[in-house]
């Protein structure tokens, strides 16, 4: 992939760019079989999940810079001034073209970026998703309600020049932080979520709610943990860190017979989850909590499979004691991060990974998605 904001030295996100894809992937497996040579036998790994090199991210989180009518859309420099990045080559094909407008919508409706070193202005990002339908959901994450009135006045000229925008909101972010969002969330339009196709599974997304930003390779990564547990003597499962709910609703579609629990502490995604259960006829198979994983799992009496997909710190030695201690028979494991990873294993002693696999959710950097299934040795 050639990028010209990476030629220019305007962006340098995309630590690997330039290097042809294949050897990308080649780098990913090597990385990870070293990382975890320790936990996982060579036997176990299977060659990477990918998908296309650029043109993948479903996902735009925008830092609004510049000056009143002509804003930059993109990342902040060094000195925390903006960079316009709206042609960014790695935005799916729709989201690109969502961007450009949004970017002249910013401008036309005589929003104020915000300025950091100043601490002043108004709109500090933009956040947006496409689905694979072709819808969006547009945030527009401001500092005060002092230009709200601007934004539902000129939510009609929004929807006329971006018609796929199913869901736009308000979200409000008071304090000077390296944050993205703050916790309230104004909604603008009567649609309140964003229907993802994921395969076969259609999640309800709702703003704060997390979806991987790879579509392609997340259908993927959760086709592999349904294949992985085809086998599996499977009554009852956990999805800990559930997120919007993709491997516990994927466990509940496969597996009718088994009863599926989702714990997530962010009661945005639950309520995705909840909504996305429904929605695809579930609700009766599957549930899902709003609460700590950790807490949650040294509580209750552990199920046949444990499904972890945690932040990039990873389980943590607590939750892993309890998983040890446990009588789960199973356990599959999604990580970002495979040095966590590494650490989490090493304290789950009576278990042994027999499959592994490399997701390259981020083409262009050295970070990757990997999925492991172990039972007890």
Not at 91 to 112: C, I, N
Not at 203 to 228: C, G, H, I, K
Not at 289 to 294: G, I, N
Request: charged share 25%; with cysteine; glycine share 8%.
């Amino acid at each position: 992939m050639q990028c010209d904001y990476y030629d220019a030295d305007r962006c340098r996100s995309c630590e690997l760019m330039g290097e042809p894809y294949r050897h990308q992937l080649a780098r990913l497996q090597t990385r990870l079989e070293r990382t975890l040579a320790d936990a996982v036998p060579g036997d176990a790994w299977q060659p990477p999940a990918h998908g296309p090199e650029s043109g993948f991210r479903n996902k735009a989180k925008l830092a609004v810079g510049g000056v009143r009518g002509a804003p930059t859309l993109g990342i902040l420099d060094g000195e925390r001034r903006g960079v316009d990045l709206r042609h960014c080559g790695l935005y799916e094909p729709g989201l690109d073209t969502a961007v450009v407008t949004l970017a002249e919508l910013v401008a036309d409706l005589d929003l104020t970026p915000y300025d950091v070193p100043a601490r002043s202005g108004e709109l500090k990002h933009v956040i947006v998703t496409h689905s694979p339908d072709g819808e969006l959901m547009v945030r527009f994450v401001l500092r005060s309600r002092a230009q709200l009135g601007k934004l539902k006045a000129g939510l009609r000229e929004i929807r006329r020049r971006l018609p796929q925008a199913r869901v736009v909101t308000v979200n409000l972010l008071p304090r000077h932080q390296a944050v993205l969002e703050g916790h309230e969330e104004i909604w603008l339009t009567q649609e309140r979520e964003l229907p993802m196709r994921v395969g076969d599974l259609v999640l309800q997304l709702r703003p704060q709610s997390f979806f991987q930003t790879n579509t392609a390779v997340a259908t993927q990564l959760y086709a592999q943990a349904r294949d992985w547990v085809a086998d599996v003597d499977l009554t009852s499962a956990w999805d800990l860190y559930s997120g919007v709910g993709g491997f516990a609703l994927t466990l509940a579609a496969a597996r009718p017979r088994a009863t599926v629990t989702g714990v997530e502490v962010a009661a945005e995604a639950v309520r995705s989850a909840v909504r996305s259960a429904a929605a695809a006829g579930l609700d009766g198979r599957v549930a899902f909590v709003a609460a700590d994983a950790t807490a949650y799992a040294g509580a209750h009496d552990a199920p046949d499979l444990v499904v972890v997909n945690p932040p990039r710190r990873g389980i943590g030695a607590e939750l892993a004691g309890t998983i040890e201690r446990s009588s789960a028979t199973h356990l599959l494991y999604s990580s970002c991060d495979a040095e966590s990873l590494a650490a989490d294993l090493r304290s789950l002693p009576s278990w042994k990974v027999a499959r592994a696999r490399g997701f390259a959710m981020f083409p262009q950097t050295e970070h990757a998605e990997v999925l492991v299934l172990a039972g007890r040795r």
